[in-house]
Structure formats: C-alpha cells, structure tokens
T-cell receptor
Framework: GESVGLHLPTLSVQEGDNSIINCAYS??????FIWYKQESGKGPQFIID?????DKRQGQRVTVLLNKTVKHLSLQIAATQPGDSAVYFC??????????FGAGTQVVVTP | GAVVSQHPSWVICKSGTSVKIECRSL??????MFWYRQFPKQSLMLMAT?????????EQGVEKDKFLINHASLTLSTLTVTSAHPEDSSFYIC??????????????FGPGTRLTVL
C-alpha cells in the first residue's frame, strides 16, 4: 500500500485532558465525513459524522469541526479517558458512496 | 442496532488452500457490503463492493479471481481467498451500508478476521 512501513502519527494525552486529532482530506467535492475509532484487533467503530453544510457537530464528549476552505477536519475529545486509547481515522465519502480513509492517528492516554 | 458480524474472527491455513470469510448484518438489511484489508499500522484499503444479487465491483489492483465475493442475501456476503499465500495474510474487515443520524450513508463495520497463511 501507499503507506507501507509508515508509522502512525501518535498523540499522547494525559488522562483528563482534551484531545484534538486532525485530518486533511483531498476531495473538495466530498459532502459527508465520518470519524472512526479502531481498537487493536477490532473493526472501526463509528464515532461521529458531519455533512458539508455544517462546520461543527457535537456528540457525547466529542466534537467534529469541518473547515471546507482548507479541507480540514478535526475531532475533539473532551476529558480523555484510558478507554479512548485507539487509532482514529477520518473518512470521506466519494461520489460513489465509498469511504476513503485517512492514514489514522494513534491516541495514547497516559495516567 | 446496526450490528455486523464476521466469521471466523481468526484463521490459520496452509499455503495453497482457500479460506471463506462470512460477513452478516444482524439486525438490518444491507444491499451493499464492502470488503477491506488492513496491514499493521496502516489504514483500511477497500478491496471490493458487494451488491446483493449482482457481481461485486473490485478496486484497481485487486484480483477478482483470487478474492471471490458472493452477496447471497440482504444480510450475508462472503469473501473467499483462493489459493492463499503468505502475502495474503492480513486483517480482513467487512462493512455494511447503513444510515446515521446526520442523514448520510455510511458503513457499519464488522469486527474483522485475522488471516494467517503459513
């Protein structure tokens, strides 16, 4: 694959602090974005989604921000907990309804 | 709701054998399912789109004769890795098309199947 041998970017966060995970997407025509969480050895788990007609959406302890001008997506996790340790992927939906995944960010929560 | 299961969760096989992986949507109907593979420390790579009642659509570079996909019903898709070789060892994940609160069409993922070919 295109990222063979590449280490995932890692975000180390102290328990209780807020986490911000960033993602740049490529297709300016994408109109739907999703954040997934993947724990080791498991499939991706849906966290939150956002449409391109919005710039912010909040869930439980999570907020997604969308900046279409610079094609940037971010996920904010409030009061990060040990259970938040995982790899986080952003994904955009292309015109065929397929998901295009970003490279992922490893979040490590330290006590 | 929106649970997707995969079976088996892991499998070890000898080189040259074929392995079948099942993907089921447990509480909803999925006209479209997707198959991904994922290598360690990497993102998910889409292999093919599986449509109920029709032939699967494969992504560029994915051999359709090696990775056979059958979407037999609205709740079941299978991926068969034929004549598996060690380089086929990977984490295979399926997903089923669903709908989330923001109104978009996205995918519910299965737990994945770890394939190791000796």
């Amino acid at each position: 694959g295109e990222s063979v041998g590449l280490h995932l970017p890692t975000l180390s966060v102290q328990e209780g602090d807020n986490s911000i995970i960033n993602c740049a997407y490529s297709n300016s025509a994408s109109d739907y974005f999703i954040w997934y969480k993947q724990e080791s050895g498991k499939g991706p788990q849906f966290i939150i989604d956002i449409r391109s007609n919005m710039d912010k959406r909040q869930g439980q302890r999570v907020t997604v921000l969308l900046n279409k001008t610079v094609k940037h997506l971010s996920l904010q996790i409030a009061a990060t907990q040990p259970g938040d340790s995982a790899v986080y992927f952003c994904a955009e939906t292309d015109s065929w309804g397929k998901l295009q995944f970003g490279a992922g960010t490893q979040v490590v929560v330290t006590p | 709701g929106a649970v997707v299961s995969q079976h088996p969760s892991w499998v070890i096989c000898k080189s040259g054998t074929s392995v079948k992986i099942e993907c089921r949507s447990l509480d909803f109907q999925a006209t479209t399912m997707f198959w991904y593979r994922q290598f360690p420390k990497q993102s998910l790579m889409l292999m093919a789109t599986s449509n109920e009642g029709s032939k699967a659509t494969y992504e560029q570079g994915v051999e359709k004769d090696k990775f056979l996909i059958n979407h037999a019903s609205l709740t079941l898709s299978t991926l068969t890795v034929t004549s598996a070789h060690p380089e086929d060892s990977s984490f295979y994940i399926c997903s089923a098309h669903g709908r989330f609160l923001a109104g978009g069409d996205t995918q519910y993922f299965g737990p994945g199947t770890r394939l190791t070919v000796l």
